[in-house]
């Protein structure tokens, strides 16, 4: 498997963020509290389905849902999207 972009809309500190992904190996850089671990976070969420409870630790501040949107190339080949949304108390948006 092979991320090759990833959006965040009100997740964390990102606004509207997208992040594209070579093959080979990428680095993310920038200071402290740019959204790096975010990043990690939102792989996590919505790959992996790791998730703390209370689910408006990931919404953006005063905003009301967060949208996560995974693009990655399976080891078949194939792309595929993956979508995650919270509004606060579900990720049912």
Excluded at 32 to 38: D, R
Aim: proline share 1%; with cysteine.
């Amino acid at each position: 498997m092979r991320i090759k972009k990833i959006t965040l809309k009100n997740f964390k500190n990102h606004v509207n963020s997208e992040f594209s992904f070579t093959e080979g190996i990428n680095l993310i850089l920038g200071p402290n509290g740019a959204g790096k671990s975010s990043i990690f976070e939102a792989i996590g969420l919505t790959m992996f389905d790791v998730k703390n409870l209370n689910f408006q630790d990931y919404i953006r501040m005063n905003e009301k849902s967060a949208e996560i949107k995974i693009v990655f190339e399976g080891n078949d080949g194939m792309s595929y999207t993956v979508f995650r949304c919270f509004d606060g108390s579900s990720t049912k948006c």
